[in-house]
């Protein structure tokens, strides 16, 4: 059954995916006024997300001043990676027994995406697939604690990663990350899981 998801969820993802893609850099201000007019909503969802995302460290919210992207020292980035590696590692073990044919087209078709968006350099499509890839299998492990914890982790390190690289490096960048999940694709279909344990310890370390 699919899930409906409240629009301060929805606020929420969008506000994040702007952080993560650079639209919003860390220490800038979110317009909540430009967010209506975005959305097309009231102002009451999207104070509710920015409260949340708040609580979730992800923005600090002054007072009189507004709502502030947050940063994370480059310490505590590695920190997040080195914890999301064994956890997403931990993910696939439980997924494996689980995962049947769809699961292994769904991630060769975000793979395919995922090449298609870095030879456009478009943004919006990569992170879109790419995020579509890693919930393939984080679904089929089962375990909603597990996913919960990643999807924290993962938001914390992507917003202080702050994407500042250029174009071509970016492009650089995500050739070799894409990289990563075709090696992962091609693991998960010879049902190799220390194979694809190692995929992903690297993926999210090196």
């Known amino acids: 059954m699919a899930i409906i998801k409240s629009l301060s ?15 919003i850099a860390v220490g800038d201000k979110i317009d909540e006024a430009e967010l ?3 959305l097309g909503i009231s102002r009451t969802p999207i104070r509710e997300a920015l409260i949340q995302m708040t609580s979730d ?25 080195a914890v999301i590696a064994q956890l997403d590692a931990y993910a696939m073990e439980l997924a494996m027994p689980n995962i049947e044919k769809d699961h292994i087209s769904r991630m060769t078709t975000a793979v395919d995406k995922m090449s298609l968006a870095i030879s456009k350099a478009d943004e919006d499509m990569y992170y879109d697939w ?6 393939v299998y984080r679904e089929a492990c089962g375990n909603k604690v597990l996913t919960n914890m990643i999807r924290e982790l993962t938001r914390k390190a992507f917003r202080s990663e702050a994407f500042t690289k250029n174009t071509a490096t970016k492009k650089d960048y995500w ?9 992962l694709v091609e693991a998960v279909e010879r049902r190799d899981i220390e194979a694809a344990k190692r995929c992903l310890r690297k993926h999210w370390t090196e």
């Open 57 to 81: 460290n992800l923005l600090e919210n002054v007072p009189r001043k507004g709502f502030f992207v947050k940063s994370v020292d480059e310490v505590e980035m590695q920190e997040c990676f």
């Open 9 to 23: 969820d929805q606020v929420y993802e969008y506000v994040f995916h702007r952080i993560k893609i650079g639209k």
């Open 36 to 38: 209506i007019k975005e």
């Open 130 to 135: 790419e995020e579509e890839f890693h919930t």
């Open 175 to 183: 050739e070799i990350v894409n990289g990563d999940h075709a090696a």
